[in-house]
């Protein structure tokens, strides 16, 4: 009787949340996180650095939809002992939260940072009553200087457990080893510096973006010898069971033919089932052939159940341009057009190109075979919603392919400057017959 009551509860709550999912604009402030800050209240840190610590988490949580069915929050102090003064789930809506944040007293003592890492994974975490429907499950470790317990086996056991750990290192006195110890690997994701408390502020995009990154994107793209968060849309789109196979730019490289009548459609939940982070990179090395060049068409679109465009990249052979539209908070939607100098129109001669657009909270930039074509402002934009579709090279007329190599979306917005056109570079000396290396077009790291 009781397995039953409790599948009934499990199978009500996933009910409740799908429907409130559909019924909402998408983003990682939407994600289901269980969010746990663990913050150090030593003597070294001073009440005054305390109340700005408070203040960054404050800023930082804002962006979440804090309630049972999104992201609940859970902070610790540490000095000597770990004290728990906001447990997971207690609060269900910002304004409490942060109310209840800016309540929290300093508390003083030694740094026992392993202490309180343990005390998150055996208490904290562990107490979460949503079992299965938390998708991520992440720790942010604030300190201002080294820790006089042991780290490493806490640190291990949270990992253990699917624990997300993010060491955010303050002041001259951290020990970058520790902090290293502390988090997820790539350190050059986990763990971030601030010069001190008064200047932490600087980094609360960074960090903004990168619990973003980890609540929105949880598929990893092999590239060179890292792993990058995002979306490999050939592979999401299906385009390899569904488009003709052809070679790509260079003999080690496999692309794929989109005639007119071929249909890359996907239900956008499947593709972004938390929706679109605010920062990304759109990246994708193609060819343009006949009449495709001379035409207009959406290379990738988001749309909405009603078919409004959400998010879309439009190349208009007739015009030499690329357009990026995305979602509006004063509008329908807006456009970035990219017109530029020569370099747009070089895009529809026939050859092997690169498209990179980087989107960021108020700009977007446009790349070509990376050379940087132009940087326009975006108004504020809405979440997408997820309840509509995603689709690879839509167009009107008939007879026009385009050859497609890749199609990804980075989360990463500095992936932009590893992402190279390697491939388009030594498909042009090959063609001169000049030595070349085959490289990825991620390997600069």
Same mark, same amino acid.
């Given at each position: 009787v009781k397995t039953s009551v409790e599948f009934l509860h499990f199978y009500l709550c996933l009910l409740m949340q799908l429907n409130y999912h559909n019924k909402k604009n998408i983003s990682c402030s939407t994600a289901v996180n269980d969010l746990v800050y663990i913050i150090d209240g030593s003597w070294s840190v001073g009440v005054s650095d305390f109340d700005t610590a408070k203040q960054?988490?404050?800023?930082?949580?804002?962006?979440f939809d804090i309630s049972s069915h999104y992201t609940q929050?859970?902070?610790?102090?540490? =000095?000597d002992t770990p004290r728990l003064e906001i447990p997971l789930g207690k609060h269900q809506g910002v304004a409490e939260l942060i109310k209840a944040i800016r309540s929290i007293s300093y508390l003083g003592g030694n740094t026992q940072t392993g202490r309180a890492i343990k005390f998150a994974v055996d208490h904290v975490f562990a107490s979460s009553q949503r079992g299965n429907l938390v998708k991520n499950r992440i720790a942010v470790v604030v300190t201002d200087g080294k820790s006089q317990d042991d780290v490493v086996d806490a640190s291990m056991e949270a990992r253990a457990q699917s624990i997300t750990v993010f060491a955010v290192g303050v002041g001259?006195?951290?020990?970058? =080893?520790?902090?290293? =110890?502390?988090?997820?690997k790539p350190s050059s994701t986990y763990v971030l510096y601030a010069e001190d408390y008064?200047? &932490?502020?600087? &980094?609360r995009d960074s960090m903004e973006q990168k619990l973003c990154e980890e609540s929105v994107c949880p598929t990893r793209i092999p590239?060179?010898?890292?792993?990058?968060?995002?979306?490999?849309l050939m592979v999401g789109m299906n385009i390899q069971t569904k488009a003709k196979k052809i070679p790509g730019s260079l003999v080690s490289e496999t692309a794929y033919a989109l005639a007119a009548s071929t249909d890359i459609t996907e239900n956008t939940r499947e593709i972004f089932p938390e929706g679109l982070p605010?920062? /990304?990179?759109?990246?994708?090395?193609?060819?343009?052939?006949?009449?495709?060049?001379?035409?207009?068409?959406?290379?990738?679109?988001?749309?909405s159940k009603d078919k409004a465009i959400q998010a879309a990249v439009t190349l208009s052979g007739k015009d030499k341009t690329v357009t990026f539209t995305t979602t509006s908070t004063t509008e329908k939607e807006q456009k970035a057009v990219f017109k530029t100098g020569f370099q747009v129109g070089t895009l529809y001669d026939g050859k092997w190109h690169q498209i990179k657009v980087l989107v960021r909270h108020r700009q977007v930039t446009g790349f070509l075979d990376?050379?940087?074509i132009q940087e326009l402002m975006l108004k504020p934009v809405e979440p997408i /919603?997820?309840?509509?579709?995603?689709?690879? =090279?839509?167009?009107?007329?008939?007879?026009?392919?385009?050859? &497609?190599?890749?199609?990804?979306? /980075?989360?990463?917005?500095?992936?932009?400057?590893?992402?190279?056109?390697?491939?388009?570079y030594s498909a042009m000396n090959a063609s001169k017959w000049l030595p070349f290396t085959l490289c990825d077009s991620s390997d600069a790291d």
């Amino acid at each position: 009787v009781k397995t039953s009551v409790e599948f009934l509860h499990f199978y009500l709550c996933l009910l409740m949340q799908l429907n409130y999912h559909n019924k909402k604009n998408i983003s990682c402030s939407t994600a289901v996180n269980d969010l746990v800050y663990i913050i150090d209240g030593s003597w070294s840190v001073g009440v005054s650095d305390f109340d700005t610590a408070k203040q960054w988490l404050i800023n930082i949580t804002s962006q979440f939809d804090i309630s049972s069915h999104y992201t609940q929050v859970a902070v610790i102090q540490y =000095s000597d002992t770990p004290r728990l003064e906001i447990p997971l789930g207690k609060h269900q809506g910002v304004a409490e939260l942060i109310k209840a944040i800016r309540s929290i007293s300093y508390l003083g003592g030694n740094t026992q940072t392993g202490r309180a890492i343990k005390f998150a994974v055996d208490h904290v975490f562990a107490s979460s009553q949503r079992g299965n429907l938390v998708k991520n499950r992440i720790a942010v470790v604030v300190t201002d200087g080294k820790s006089q317990d042991d780290v490493v086996d806490a640190s291990m056991e949270a990992r253990a457990q699917s624990i997300t750990v993010f060491a955010v290192g303050v002041g001259t006195e951290i020990t970058t =080893s520790e902090l290293i =110890s502390i988090a997820n690997k790539p350190s050059s994701t986990y763990v971030l510096y601030a010069e001190d408390y008064t200047t &932490i502020d600087r &980094i609360r995009d960074s960090m903004e973006q990168k619990l973003c990154e980890e609540s929105v994107c949880p598929t990893r793209i092999p590239v060179a010898s890292r792993d990058e968060k995002g979306f490999e849309l050939m592979v999401g789109m299906n385009i390899q069971t569904k488009a003709k196979k052809i070679p790509g730019s260079l003999v080690s490289e496999t692309a794929y033919a989109l005639a007119a009548s071929t249909d890359i459609t996907e239900n956008t939940r499947e593709i972004f089932p938390e929706g679109l982070p605010p920062s /990304y990179v759109f990246v994708s090395t193609l060819r343009l052939k006949g009449i495709s060049s001379k035409l207009s068409f959406d290379l990738w679109r988001v749309l909405s159940k009603d078919k409004a465009i959400q998010a879309a990249v439009t190349l208009s052979g007739k015009d030499k341009t690329v357009t990026f539209t995305t979602t509006s908070t004063t509008e329908k939607e807006q456009k970035a057009v990219f017109k530029t100098g020569f370099q747009v129109g070089t895009l529809y001669d026939g050859k092997w190109h690169q498209i990179k657009v980087l989107v960021r909270h108020r700009q977007v930039t446009g790349f070509l075979d990376d050379q940087r074509i132009q940087e326009l402002m975006l108004k504020p934009v809405e979440p997408i /919603y997820i309840n509509g579709e995603t689709q690879v =090279s839509k167009r009107r007329g008939t007879d026009i392919t385009v050859e &497609i190599q890749k199609l990804r979306l /980075y989360c990463d917005p500095h992936q932009s400057e590893r992402e190279t056109a390697c491939e388009i570079y030594s498909a042009m000396n090959a063609s001169k017959w000049l030595p070349f290396t085959l490289c990825d077009s991620s390997d600069a790291d």
